[in-house]
């Protein structure tokens, strides 16, 4: 059973716009969540985290939002630009469970 | 080199072949993971190896076979694969195997069996 699910596979945005992908999770126990970024023939690269003692976090232009009653997460990154094209994973762990979870991924393109 | 390595970077085999696949880390982290990534499914966990001890197998058959005969070295011995098998398997490190730390992932290899 998938305890992590990404529903949009696809995203596409102009530059200069918001992109908002979506997670969400099934397990309360998670705590602790992350947001990779993957471009093609490359590996995941960690990007921005959060724990649940945040609704949110910042790095530059990219925002998580956690929102722990809809077990649910969103990654915002604004402008956007067209090398943000990729595919980002969000995984989510706990302090018991020494692993994480991840999702199956959102494919962003951003068009100039 | 730098970061997490993995070769070869493609690899097709028949299903009678035996391979390894090879990862190797250059950042002194203590534990390491494969991951298999097949198309439109989230990563999953394979192996995890902390401090060169096999901790954790995730039901993984046992055509595959892992070795981490040092901190800085991962393999994956392959024998007898299905064209299932064929995926992207990823390969992490990361500085103690704990749940909060950021997992270091190579480039991965692209097997494909036929």
């Known amino acids: 059973d998938q305890q992590v699910k990404q529903n949009s596979p696809s995203l596409s945005v102009q530059e200069g716009r918001i992109s908002i992908l979506n997670c969400d999770y099934t397990n309360s126990m998670f705590d602790y969540f992350l947001w990779y970024k993957k471009y093609p023939a490359e590996g995941p690269t960690f990007l921005i985290s959060i724990s649940s003692i945040k609704d949110k976090n910042e790095d530059g232009r990219f925002t998580v939002f956690l929102n722990k009653s809809a077990k649910h997460l969103s990654l915002h990154i604004v402008p956007s630009q067209p090398g943000d094209s990729a595919v980002y994973f969000c995984a989510a762990s706990a302090n018991n469970f020494n692993k994480f979870y991840f999702g199956s991924g959102t494919k962003l393109n951003v068009k100039p | 080199e730098t970061g997490v390595t993995q070769t070869p970077r493609h690899l097709v085999m028949g299903m009678t072949n035996k391979k390894s696949l090879k990862c190797e880390q250059h950042l002194g982290h203590n534990a390491m993971y494969w991951y298999k990534q097949s198309a439109k499914k989230p990563l999953e966990l394979m192996f995890v190896?902390?401090?060169?001890?096999?901790?954790e197998n995730n039901s993984v058959p046992s055509r595959f076979s892992p070795e981490c005969p040092n901190s800085s070295h991962l393999f994956l011995h392959l024998h007898t694969l299905q064209p299932e098998d064929s995926a992207l398997y990823l390969c992490?490190?990361?500085?103690?195997?704990?749940?909060?730390?950021?997992?270091?992932f190579g480039p991965g290899t692209r097997l494909t069996v036929l």
């Open positions: 992490a490190s990361s500085q103690d195997q704990l749940p909060y730390n950021e997992q270091f």
């Open positions: 190896y902390s401090l060169e001890e096999r901790v």
